[in-house]
């Protein structure tokens, strides 16, 4: 079974603290995808990798970075956290067009 | 632009009714659907996947089906079961490779 994981299920931060997500996938998919997900405004996309150090912006980029050095693994940065930031992100893997998998998600709260 | 769209945002019905859940999209232009379901706080997983050339898939008592030229998909769900109550979410892979989400069903199934 796929299984992708996230290295946070709850993180609190400060506001203007720099944040890190962390996502791991081990199935060797090329594909990986940073979402956020806020009530009344569904998933949306902030950033895509189609390849190791291959990145491409999603909807949603403004705020954030990411960062792919390796191939099981996907970053998602918040160089200087806001409070609008405070969500549900989620972090999806595929192999080409196929299924995205989707981990467990992590809830960021910004104070 | 394609726009994905879910009705209804939630549904109540009781233990063993058949049920079907509606998901619109404005473009024609699709790869793949998806439907996903969502428990509260965790993240998405994948229950359907229905290619461009499909009509239908099935698993178990769901089952769902494509209709691109009417731009429509339906899950349906036979003999609902408490078990089942969860967010159900529509997602359409462009030809690019990204995935467009609707807003969900909330579906709530009492004892």
């Known amino acids: 079974d796929v299984k992708v994981t996230q290295s946070s299920r709850y993180l609190v931060k400060r506001t203007g603290e720099k944040v890190f997500l962390e996502c791991v996938q081990d199935m060797d998919h090329e594909n990986m995808f940073w979402y956020r997900q806020d009530p009344g405004l569904g998933l949306r996309l902030i950033y895509f990798s189609y390849d190791v150090k291959m990145k491409e912006k999603g909807d949603i980029p403004e705020g954030y970075s990411v960062s792919r050095e390796k191939k099981e693994r996907f970053s998602l940065i918040l160089e200087s956290a806001s409070t609008n930031q405070t969500s549900m992100y989620l972090c999806a893997s595929s192999f080409g067009k196929l299924n995205q998998y989707f981990g467990p998600g992590t809830r960021l709260t910004v104070t | 632009k394609q726009e994905v769209t879910q009705i209804p945002a939630a549904l109540s019905v009781p233990e063993g009714e058949n049920l079907v859940l509606n998901c619109s999209f404005t473009d024609s232009a699709i790869y793949n659907l998806q439907w996903f379901r969502q428990d509260p706080g965790k993240g998405l997983t994948s229950l359907l996947l229905?290619?461009?050339?499909?009509r239908e898939q099935t698993s178990g008592r769901l089952n769902a089906s494509l209709d691109k030229s009417s731009g429509r998909s339906t899950l349906y769900i036979a003999a609902s079961q408490p078990g089942d109550s969860a967010t159900y979410l529509c997602a359409l892979t462009s030809n690019t490779g990204k995935l467009i989400f609707g807003q969900g069903t909330t579906l709530q199934v009492k004892p």
């Open positions: 229905i290619q461009s050339s499909q």
